[in-house]
């Protein structure tokens, strides 16, 4: 209603209600209301029964006044002010739902409302695209598999269910290692074929449920979020069915087919030795079951289960409703205005206070995601869509913000030095919170126990395994001999050698006596070469004999397996290791070193199952960051935790390479520590650094999710 429109010309106006509206009555939660279907322009509205009766009224002869006064006459005990009447008469008029002559009723925020709208339609990180009308073929569908939905069909779809789930618990480790590789660059096309497909098949299932119970599917089309497509179908004709368990229905027949498709692909996966064939399999029981249940059934988002959860409650427009609330304790809170909400229970309350709250955190936890996924995914186009999706979701909110507070509205005054205030107080707090009060969660880091140091002993020369004097696992004193090798080769070369040094000497004896001193000193000088080849041949045959270089634990099984074959130069012969002696490899992200460094006194806590934490202190840190997979146990094609991609490099020593830059530290263990663990044991470490803040913790925390972001 425009300002210079006074209450009393307001009330002497005439309205009409349109005849078009279809309307239902329905009750939940102890309280009845109407739903009004609004076939022309495809919504449905619900209004409370004294509302309705009101509306009704509306005939375009009587006058609002008139109106009102047999309202009063029909209902003597209802609570309808005349602020309210005015009020639901904007709505309705805003939404269609009456006409009038008198463009003065039009209400003063209308062209607010089509800017609004105007800049939503041109949002391109959602483009919404209608393809028309499928209720002829959805007619069709619903006679076609009307019997998936059927209760035996349901039953079937519970074994089945129960036989996936079986099926996973038997072959858990090869379900889980293919997990590994899921969101991988190569599988994304893939993933995206069954994304799609799903979703028309999920889709679909509310079409032909809603048909089921007698509804009408008005539209179809698709929703293309990022440019990536979703599905839809407008089953909003639903809203009218007298019971919320058919309303239910509706909401669950997606999820339920999904979660049929993913159990029969789960089923097929488990049984197929086909590589490919389980491929394909596992995408569609990622895409049917983890992201339908991440997203659909996630009540904070406006899919089926927001409207599963609203039926369940038995509160209407909770999304609504919750938004309302949370905009009126602010109002309430920063700028002291009193404002008046509907008289909800004590329950009712708690529940929409509770679901705005996270509603409202979750849309901004996804606006800002799609914010930077639309900035990392299109370059400089990104860039813009960023741009313009911020000027809607942020500007566009923060200046009717600014409006209200500096305007106010009609019948509102905010209070502003309340509001600087209060706003003042707040950030200040906020501020001390975040830069005084210490964070006490920890950081992690995957390990894994080795020994220090670990004797590997090398073949320098080829040869046969003629003998060994230890077994596996008997302790060995440093020095002692364990392997001896034979090099026929090298053993005839010595021979050799040793024959051609006494044929030498004999030869400068016998130039001595021949006094030929030019030939007596050249064979010298060939003498002196054949005896340094000679050392050189024995220090060589010396190293055929294997001896230990620690005290220690001979760790080669099967060592005496070994007897009689050949080895290579450099091939592994024998490795020993000392129980008491071992210390601990840390791979560190390079955003938590810092962490891990200014430990109390350097100490890191390590994890052993069934055991108390064991302090650690720092011993080492490899001062370059590097992919290089050191430790191929702590990878996830090898059942650790760190995620890794495939090296294509015949460089490479392994066939993984991290997928972002980590440190190696190096933690000791006490001796009596040292044997309990076993090497290549994995464990988990964490640390919680000294003087280390919360806001230190959220500011390191949002810079590296938008740097990985970023870098993707």
């Known amino acids: 209603m425009n300002a210079d429109l006074s209450i009393r010309e307001f009330f002497s106006s005439y309205f009409k209600l349109r005849e078009d509206l279809t ?35 509306l005939d375009g002869r009587s006058t609002v006044q008139e109106c009102y006064s047999r309202l009063s006459t029909a209902l003597p005990f209802h609570q309808l002010s005349q602020t309210d009447i005015v009020s639901l008469c904007q709505w309705a008029f805003r939404s269609d739902l009456i006409n009038s002559q008198d463009e003065r009723l039009r209400p003063q925020n209308d062209n607010n409302n089509k800017a609004a709208s105007f800049f939503s339609k041109w949002n391109l990180i959602v483009i919404r695209c209608p393809i028309g009308n499928p209720n002829r ?37 090869e379900f889980y290692d293919s997990s590994k590789t899921i969101l991988s660059t190569d599988n994304w096309f893939w993933l995206a074929v069954c994304w799609v497909i799903l979703k028309l098949c999920h889709e679909s299932a509310h079409a032909i449920v809603c048909k089921r119970n007698n509804g009408t599917v008005r539209e179809a089309g698709f929703l293309f979020v990022l440019f990536a ?68 059934l996630n009540p904070l988002m406006k899919f089926d289960g927001y409207y599963i959860l609203v039926d369940l409650l038995g509160i209407p427009n909770l999304y609504t409703n919750g938004q309302l609330w949370l905009r009126q304790w602010l109002k309430r809170i920063f700028l002291g205005v009193e404002t008046m909400l509907p008289d909800w229970s004590l329950r009712i309350r708690l529940i929409i206070a509770t679901f705005g709250i996270a509603s409202f955190l979750w849309r901004f936890i996804v606006c800002i995601s799609l914010i930077v996924t639309a900035a990392t995914l299109f370059e400089g186009a990104g860039l813009i869509l960023s741009l313009f999706a911020i000027g809607l979701w942020v500007i566009q909110p923060v ?80 020095g002692q001999l364990l392997i001896q090798l034979q090099n026929r080769e090298l053993e005839v070369e010595i021979a050799k050698l040793k024959i051609e040094i006494q044929q030498s000497e004999l030869r400068v004896h016998q130039h001595e006596q021949k006094r030929q001193i030019a030939d007596q000193q050249v064979e010298q ?8 080849r000679l050392k050189e041949k024995q220090n060589l045959f010396e190293q055929l004999t294997v001896r230990s270089e620690i005290n220690g634990r001979v760790l ?21 290791g000392d129980d008491s002696q071992k210390e601990l490899h840390v791979i560190v992200s390079q955003y938590d070193l810092d962490h891990f460094m200014n430990a109390p006194e350097q100490k890191v806590l390590v994890h052993v ?35 890794v991609k495939p090296v294509s490099s015949e460089d490479s020593e392994s066939d993984y390479e991290l997928l972002e830059p980590h440190f190696n530290l190096i933690l000791s263990i006490a001796e009596g520590n040292s044997k309990e663990l076993w090497a290549g044991q994995r464990l988990d470490v964490t640390c919680q650094p ?18 990985n972001r970023l870098n993707q």
């Not at 069709?140 to 996936?164: H, K, N, Q, T, Y």
């Not at 906020?430 to 210490?438: A, E, H, K, R």
């Not at 000088?525 to 340094?532: A, D, H, N, P």
């Open 690 to 707: 000294n003087n280390y803040s919360i806001g230190q913790y959220l500011y390191h925390f949002v810079t590296s999710w938008f740097y």
């Open 525 to 532: 000088e060939t003498l002196r070469e054949l005896q340094t």
């Open 609 to 643: 199952l069934q055991k108390s934490l064991l302090p650690c202190p720092v011993k080492k840190v490899i001062p370059r960051a590097t992919v290089t997979l050191n430790q191929p146990a702590l990878a996830a094609a090898y059942g650790g935790e760190l995620p």
């Open 556 to 576: 080669t099984r099967n060592l005496k397996s070994k007897r009689g074959t050949f080895v290579r130069q450099g091939e592994t012969i024998i490795t020993i």
């Open 137 to 173: 073929l959805f007619s069709r569908m619903e006679r076609i598999w009307d019997w998936l939905f059927s209760m035996p069909a349901v039953l079937v779809w519970g074994l089945l269910l129960v036989w996936a789930l079986f099926r996973i618990g038997l072959h858990y480790t």
């Open 23 to 57: 309307f239902t009555f329905q009750h939940a939660n102890g309280e009845d209301y109407y739903t009004v279907n609004d076939s022309l322009h495809s919504r449905y509205h619900r209004v409370g029964s004294t509302e309705y009766t009101f509306l009704r009224l």
């Open 399 to 478: 200046c009717r913000c600014a409006k209200y507070i500096l305007l106010g509205n009609a019948g509102e005054v905010p209070n502003r030095i309340r509001f600087i205030l209060v706003s003042g107080t707040t950030l200040s707090l906020t501020v001390l919170i975040l830069l005084d009060v210490p964070w006490f969660g920890k950081f992690h880091a995957p390990a894994i126990v080795e020994f220090a140091p670990l004797c590997i002993k090398h073949a320098e020369l080829p040869g046969f395994v003629q003998e060994i004097y230890v077994e596996s696992g008997e302790q060995v004193q440093e």
């Open 229 to 296: 497509p979703l599905p839809y179908v407008d089953v909003t004709s639903s809203w009218s069915f007298p019971s919320r368990w058919a309303r239910i229905r509706v909401a669950a027949a997606g999820l339920y087919i999904e979660l049929g498709i993913a159990a029969i692909a789960a089923c097929l996966w488990g049984q197929s030795t086909q590589a490919w064939l389980n491929h394909v399999c596992f995408n569609i029981v990622f895409t049917a079951s983890v992201t339908s249940l991440l997203f659909n």
